[in-house]
């Protein structure tokens, strides 16, 4: 198959969405196929592409709605791909053979991932999302998610938030703390303003793992840049720039004390 054509397959549904299958096996891409015709009427399936090449193509020609895209595939992979294109004004759902392959950073920009063998139940589900996301696209995350995953390139500025009503962008450098809840996060802003996350502090904290914060206690993560004080104590206490007080567990004390060294003068 020429690497500057993709195939345009006769089995067309007849959806509202306009859909570009992505991936280098064959196989995966027509049992996806299958599935989709058979269980997604929503979704019209406009091109099938076996290389990143022919899906920037086919991206560019057919401006899709939604697109499934593999992430491993040889001479260009999926977050390659989309590094590539102007824009992205499209759904993306990633289809993978690898359930540990930035899993994480899909999470945190509220985007749907697919495990190989796709199993109906899951694809209608993500499906369904992509339905609802369409009426009102955030074409933003999508970029937050390529910057999260190229780690060669300098972290983020902004994050995606998901909080109840959605998903809330802050640049990063925003934010002063955040306060585990349970299941959720407070999010503590230079504004004073306070936002609540749907994620447990631990993932909160990988969310951040590439910026200036540090877990100082069970409960509490801080932004680095953002502290005016420590007190001692058995493990202490810090002051906040905007004068709110952070405790320090005894066992992230000795941590603490390694990374705030390199800011004395």
Do not use: W
């Not at 977050?79 to 990633?94: G, H, R």
């Not at 499906?127 to 998610?145: F, N, T, Y």
């Not at 962008?169 to 004073?192: E, H, Q, R, W």
Request: aromatic letters at 8%; proline letters at 5%.
């Amino acid at each position: 198959m020429n690497n500057n054509s993709y195939t345009t397959p006769s089995y067309r549904g007849a959806g509202r969405l306009k859909a570009i299958i992505i991936d280098d096996e064959p196989d995966c891409c027509e049992s996806l196929a299958i599935l989709l015709e058979r269980f997604c009427p929503e979704v019209t399936i406009s091109a099938i592409c076996n290389s990143g090449m022919q899906a920037i193509s086919a991206i560019q020609e057919i401006q899709p709605h939604l697109v499934f895209l593999d992430i491993e595939m040889p001479y260009m992979n999926g977050f390659e791909l989309l590094e590539k294109l102007p824009a992205i004004d499209f759904e993306l759902i990633f289809t993978t053979s690898y359930d540990q392959y930035a899993i994480k950073a899909f999470r945190f920009s509220a985007l749907d991932y697919l495990l190989k063998p796709i199993v109906r139940e899951d694809l209608q589900k993500a499906v369904s999302k992509a339905v609802s996301r369409a009426k009102s696209p955030l074409p933003q995350q999508l970029e937050i998610l390529l910057q999260k995953i190229n780690q060669t390139t300098n972290p983020i500025q902004r994050i995606a938030l998901p909080t109840m009503d959605g998903l809330q962008l802050v640049p990063v450098s925003s934010i002063i703390s955040c306060a585990s809840d349970g299941n959720y996060t407070n999010f503590l802003m230079k504004d004073k303003q306070k936002i609540v996350v749907s994620r447990q502090l631990k993932e909160v904290e990988e969310m951040l793992s590439e910026h200036s914060f540090l877990r100082v206690h069970h409960s509490y993560l801080v932004n680095m840049n953002e502290i005016n004080k420590y007190l001692k104590g058995e493990g202490g206490y810090l002051v906040m720039s905007d004068g709110s007080t952070v405790d320090v567990s005894r066992s992230k004390k000795e941590d603490l004390l390694k990374r705030l060294l390199p800011y004395k003068e």
